[in-house]
């Protein structure tokens, strides 16, 4: 426990890439852990400052109560749990495949949920107490993310500026960019590359960064205004699916294909992108998002053809897991850090204004996010504000 953070919310925005949607069979819920400790009182004496104001004796988290592609259902918890978790934190459309126990079969329900976080430091550890003071402001890719508080190891943390949710994006969403493009992209000056959902929270960083490497850029997005963002940013042909065939769009304008895709959409999205690629063009999966709803998590796709494809244009298929490219992590996580203080990385959020119920404010509105992302009405990455309970002095 010596090498250990304790984190809180601190009135700033949890942001939201991916997820699941309602519906009455979903299965993560706010559970509120009452008279409970935020920290085991057994490991109390390793935190400095434990018996601070800004330590309260309950908080609240998600919890996910049974296995569902589903993600609505707001469940209650009677506090046997223990310990509290979580800041601020980023939905990410694998939170649906882990909470439908897809990535983890071994995780049995309840667990909690949430992959990424920033917050200030309310609690340290002792040895934690050599990098980091209390007011600090931390930034970390973990688990349990979707709470008020959390226990972080010091390891796993990542000190930023400030806790502002433009940070929070870079987590997940700008490193699986930064990291697919730069490992598996093998991009070159010149090429052109297609990037599905790139008006998104991960899809806006594949766009500069390809734009950055000297690349024509193509983007699909679902309107006009999400059209008029990607060319803001930098990508050469907004594609507005609505209202145009991406097919016969690609076909008539890049007869010669493109060279590398980064794919995040499935099903009949992946097969134009197949059908698009150039020779020696390269295809990263990074997710197929619009399966990730059914029962399966798996979009159809014809893939009957698929070897007589990639043979016939010397083309290849490459997935990515984020989890498998950590040692790249903190580079990644620091040049985007640098790029943005710099004015040269875009970070658009997306707070829900413009939402039917207004701005996502509580952890309660991480469904009515989730649900906004999947009808495809957010520019950039869904952010929440996640609000603390009152803080008490009793432990």
């Known amino acids: 426990m010596s090498s250990l953070l304790l984190v809180r919310n601190v009135r700033r925005a949890i942001s939201v890439l991916g997820g699941g949607s309602g519906g009455t069979n979903a299965l993560s819920g706010v559970r509120p852990v009452a008279r409970r400790f935020v920290i085991d009182m057994s490991y109390s004496a390793h935190f400095m400052d434990f018996k601070g104001s800004s330590i309260p004796s ?133 090429e052109t590359v297609l990037v599905t959902a790139a008006a998104g929270g991960t899809g806006q960083f594949a766009v500069q960064f390809a734009k950055q490497a000297g690349c024509h850029v193509i983007g699909t997005c679902s309107s006009d205004e999400k059209a008029g963002f990607l060319k803001s940013i930098g990508c050469d042909r907004p594609i507005n699916y609505t209202t145009e065939d991406l097919a016969k769009t690609l076909k008539k304008e890049y007869p010669q294909g493109v060279d590398v895709v980064y794919e995040s959409v499935g099903g009949s999205v992946l097969e134009v992108a197949v059908n698009s690629l150039a020779n020696k063009g390269r295809l990263i999966v990074i997710g197929f998002i619009s399966g990730y709803q059914t029962a399966s998590g798996i979009p159809d796709f014809r893939g009957s053809t698929l070897p007589v494809k990639l043979l016939q244009k010397s083309a290849s298929i490459r997935g990515f897991m984020l989890l498998h490219f950590v040692s790249d992590y903190r580079e990644a996580l620091g040049s985007m850090m640098q790029m943005f203080a710099q004015g040269k990385l875009v970070c658009e959020v997306d707070h829900g204004d413009l939402a039917q119920e207004g701005r996502f404010v509580g952890l309660e509105s991480v469904f009515r996010a989730v649900d906004y992302m999947y009808a495809g009405k957010n520019l950039g990455k869904v952010v929440v504000e996640v609000f603390p309970p009152p803080v008490s002095n009793k432990l």
Do not use: C, H, Q, W
């Not at 601020?88 to 459309?93: D, E, P």
């Not at 003071?133 to 190891?153: C, I, K, L, R």
């Open 58 to 190: 309950s908080m609240k988290k998600l919890v996910v109560n049974k296995l569902s592609p589903n993600f609505r259902l707001a469940s209650r918890g009677d506090g046997d749990d223990g310990a509290g978790d979580a800041v601020f934190a980023g939905v990410n459309a694998s939170d649906i495949n882990y909470s439908a126990g897809r990535y983890d079969p071994s995780v049995k329900p309840p667990f909690d949920i949430g992959f990424e976080g920033i917050g200030e430091v309310v609690g340290l550890g002792l040895s934690a107490s050599s990098r980091y003071t209390v007011g600090d402001a931390v930034a970390y890719f973990g688990s349990g993310a979707f709470a008020e508080y959390t226990v972080v190891p010091a390891k796993e943390s990542v000190p930023i500026p400030a806790v502002r949710p433009e940070f929070l994006t870079l987590l997940v969403s700008g490193a699986t960019a930064y990291i697919a493009l730069k490992r598996l992209g093998d991009l070159a000056k010149g």
